[in-house]
T-cell receptor, first 111, second 109 residues
Framework: DVKVTQSSRYLVKRTGEKVFLECVQDMDHENMFWYRQDPGLGLRLIYFSYDVKMKEKGDIPEGYSVSREKKERFSLILESASTNQTSMYLC??????????FGAGTRLSVL | GIQVEQSPPDLILQEGANSTLRCNFSDSVNNLQWFHQNPWGQLINLFYIPSGTKQNGRLSATTVATERYSLLYISSSQTTDSGVYFCAVSGGGADGLTFGKGTHLIIQP
């Protein structure tokens, strides 16, 4: 079975802190993705990566950056967390043109 | 970008009933997935179905790509089927998914 692991289920941070959300997949997938989910707004794509060191902006990249130094790991970085970044963050991975598999999600609260 | 509309937004059924959830999309796609989100927020893959018909137990799905819609059928509903069902699509191999707003399904005992 494909396994996508997100490092934390729940996270509480202070405004202005630098926050790292980590995601690891074990199926040698080329593509990895970060989404956020908010009530009333649904799931939206933040960034994706189709190869090591490659990244593409999604629909809502402002306030975020990403890092993909190894194929299996994709990190989402909040350089200076703000309260409007309180959300559920979901990581996914896939082969090119195939099923996306999601991790369990990280509920981030920024106080 | 591609628009995705799901209907109905909410559905309340008795245990044992059948249901049909619909997903309309605005452009050609080469990826269409159906998910069930459990109460803890995890997205569970149900089907990868950019075209054609698939079945898995009590669930089946059909995508008519030429008419830009997909249907998810749930037969003999159980209370554990409750939750939010999402349709999501993309138009490219490495592209992220665009999600519909979901159908919130409640199965009453």
């Amino acid at each position: 079975d494909v396994k996508v692991t997100q490092s934390s289920r729940y996270l509480v941070k202070r405004t202005g802190e630098k926050v790292f959300l980590e995601c690891v997949q074990d199926m040698d997938h080329e593509n990895m993705f970060w989404y956020r989910q908010d009530p009333g707004l649904g799931l939206r794509l933040i960034y994706f990566s189709y190869d090591v060191k490659m990244k593409e902006k999604g629909d809502i990249p402002e306030g975020y950056s990403v890092s993909r130094e190894k194929k299996e790991r994709f990190s989402l970085i909040l350089e200076s967390a703000s309260t409007n970044q309180t959300s559920m963050y979901l990581c996914a991975s896939s082969l090119v043109g195939s099923t996306q598999y999601f991790g369990a999600g990280t509920r981030l609260s920024v106080l | 970008g591609i628009q995705v509309e799901q209907s109905p937004p909410d559905l309340i059924l008795q245990e044992g009933a059948n249901s049909t959830l619909r997903c309309n999309f605005s452009d050609s796609v080469n990826n269409l997935q159906w998910f069930h989100q459990n109460p803890w927020g995890q997205l569970i893959n149900l089907f990868y179905i950019p075209s054609g018909t698939k079945q898995n137990g009590r669930l089946s799905a059909t995508t008519v790509a030429t008419e830009r819609y997909s249907l998810l059928y749930i037969s003999s509903s159980q209370t554990t089927d409750s939750g939010v069902y999402f349709c999501a699509v993309s138009g490219g191999g490495a592209d992220g998914l665009t999600f519909g707003k979901g159908t919130h399904l409640i199965i009453q005992p």
